[in-house]
Nanobody
């Protein structure tokens, strides 16, 4: 069973930055497209960003502010988040994807709170 572990969340002021990471217990990043999701209180989990071998894709709400990347050698996925605002507050999750469908069991996620 592949386990996903997200890290890097925390409390940040509006306009600040955070860098999230996602590590897998087995090597999967070189053969699967990956994505970041987030879920705010009372909201559905939404796709934030995705990365394949030749392209990236972002939700309109984060485009220009977030950057998804991956280091296949380290088997780690990243999400660089800049210019954060309170609407970005959520638990962030990673997963392997097929199209927009998650393939693996969800990890615990990492909490991102944007507040002054």
């Amino acid at each position: 069973q592949v386990q996903l572990v997200e890290a890097g969340g925390g409390l940040v002021q509006p306009g600040g930055s955070l860098r999230l990471s996602c590590a897998a217990s087995r090597s999967i990043f070189s053969i699967n497209a990956m994505a970041w999701y987030r879920q705010a209180p009372g909201k559905q989990r939404e796709l934030v960003a995705a990365i394949s071998w030749g392209s990236t894709n972002y939700a309109d709400s984060v485009k220009g502010r977030f950057t998804i990347s991956r280091d296949n050698a380290k088997n780690t996925l990243y999400l660089q988040m800049n210019s954060l605002n309170p609407e970005d507050t959520a638990v962030y999750y990673c997963n392997a994807i097929l199209g927009t469908r998650p393939l693996l069991t969800w990890g615990q996620g990492t909490q991102v709170t944007v507040s002054s």
